[in-house]
């Protein structure tokens, strides 16, 4: 077989595995040229003579190059991914691949840690004296979302229910144009929730997310009461049941991952957590002394404590003194930060730097704050996990949608088949003591 054979032969290989691998025919070039750049950087180097010192140095160049866009890069990490399956390279077992996909997330101003920074507020209220005119105009608008903005910090909301509310008010001001933010009444909120469950076909959860919305724009920046609107359309209710796995399901999924997602996913489901408490967690929240997870800031702002399963002790410690590593190095080189809350900056100080406040999921990539320009290594991105948990559950043949959520909800029923659903009661420190 000559070389043109040999090279055929080779692609074909790869074009089957994008296929197995559910890749869209149309991206089929694309991962192809992102193998070839890779294969002209080590002419020297056959693919299988590639040791984890070459790919690593090659996907951190790849992640510096500010030239490609953030899902250039996931695609690149990806092509190669399936380049060393092809082959049938150790090397395709061995690369943690899914976590630096997850490091290639850049902090825009939409993200969380940096949205309230790009969308300040200002102190002025808006004039709701009767005299204000009945037509919208762009400025109302803004103000009544500063105000509305100004109401939720208040309150001392997430940064999601912010985004989420000012979403929905802007979504009905945009509908009852061109009649003013300050003029809305019961009629143009009904009809905006009527078209929304009608036109728009959308679930009653998301309909009464709306609703909430709108209420709260009320009460707390037109203060008046939203009324009697119990006459609207209401999205048909539809009953959901959850998706449960059997133990089988949830195993061989942890069997296929590996690296960083199979600890995050590990924890979803010996831990019951929610993605973003396991992408969140710091250091100090994992207590090796009492096997406890100490989960801060959950759903609603509330802190609750997790059993530590005894089988992530030691896979945990190994990844936190991989993870130590790297921030000693970014110390080094003087950085070493790591995003804090303005109230605990208030509270603790200028102290990012310290390794108990370092994320347990650190990006490999550092990330440059847009606002204050300080470079700081955030935790990896949620999306990854996600993206990663569907694929295996698909490669696998599980006729379910897996979500990451799905872990959660089996690891309530597993202990209640186990007949632990004591365990469910409130529970609390193992060193707090009764006075």
């Not at 890749?23 to 890779?38: D, N, Q, S």
């Not at 390279?89 to 840690?113: F, M, N, Q, V």
């Amino acid at each position: 077989m000559n070389k043109q054979d040999r090279e055929k032969r080779f692609w074909n290989n790869y074009l089957v595995v994008l296929s197995d691998s559910y890749i869209k025919p149309a991206l089929f070039t694309w991962y192809a040229r992102h193998c070839e750049t890779f294969i002209r950087c080590y002419k020297e180097t056959r693919l299988k003579q590639h040791t984890s010192d070459s790919i690593t140095e090659y996907l951190s160049s790849l992640l510096n190059d500010e030239s490609k866009q953030d899902w250039q890069q996931r695609q690149a990490i990806d092509a190669l991914k399936l380049l060393f399956k092809s082959i049938r390279a150790p090397l395709y077992r061995e690369i943690d691949w899914e976590y630096w996909k997850s490091s290639c997330h850049k902090l825009g101003k939409e993200h969380d840690t940096n949205y309230r920074a790009h969308h300040p507020v200002s102190k002025e209220r808006i004039d709701t004296a009767s005299n204000i005119s009945n037509t919208e105009s762009s400025e109302d608008r803004s103000k009544a979302i500063n105000d509305l903005r100004i109401a939720i910090r208040r309150k001392n909301y997430s940064i999601r229910t912010e985004k989420s509310y000012t979403d929905w008010v802007g979504r009905l001001f945009k509908y009852i144009s061109p009649v003013s933010p300050l003029k809305v009444d019961q009629q143009n909120i009904v009809a905006f929730l009527e078209y929304l469950a009608v036109h728009r076909g959308l679930s009653p959860r998301t309909q009464s997310l709306a609703l909430n919305a709108i209420s709260f724009y009320f009460k707390q920046v037109l203060n008046k009461e939203i009324g009697d609107i119990s006459h609207f359309i209401r999205a048909k209710p539809r009953e959901k049941l959850p998706v449960i796995l059997v133990q089988g399901e949830v195993s061989a999924i942890l069997d296929d991952l590996n690296g960083v997602q199979w600890l995050v996913v590990s924890l979803l489901y010996g831990a019951g957590l929610r993605i973003m408490e396991a992408i969140r967690l710091r250091v100090h929240d994992i207590d090796f002394g009492y096997n406890q997870i100490i989960v801060r800031n959950g759903k609603g702002k509330k802190e609750r404590v997790v059993p530590l399963p005894a089988k992530l002790i030691k896979p945990l410690k190994n990844h936190l003194g991989n993870v130590k590593r790297l921030h000693d190095a970014d110390i080094n080189q003087g950085h070493g930060g790591v995003y804090m809350p303005e109230e605990l900056v208030k509270k603790y100080g200028k102290s990012d730097k310290q390794w108990v406040w370092q994320y347990v999921f650190p990006s490999y990539k550092l990330s440059v704050d847009p606002v204050s320009t300080a470079i700081r290594r955030h935790h990896i991105n949620e999306s990854t996990t996600q993206k990663c948990v569907r694929n295996t559950s698909r490669k696998l043949n599980i006729n379910k949608r897996v979500t990451c959520h799905v872990f959660r909800h089996s690891y309530a029923t597993h202990l209640l088949e186990r007949g632990m659903d004591r365990f469910f009661a409130p529970a609390k420190p193992a060193y707090t003591t009764s006075m």
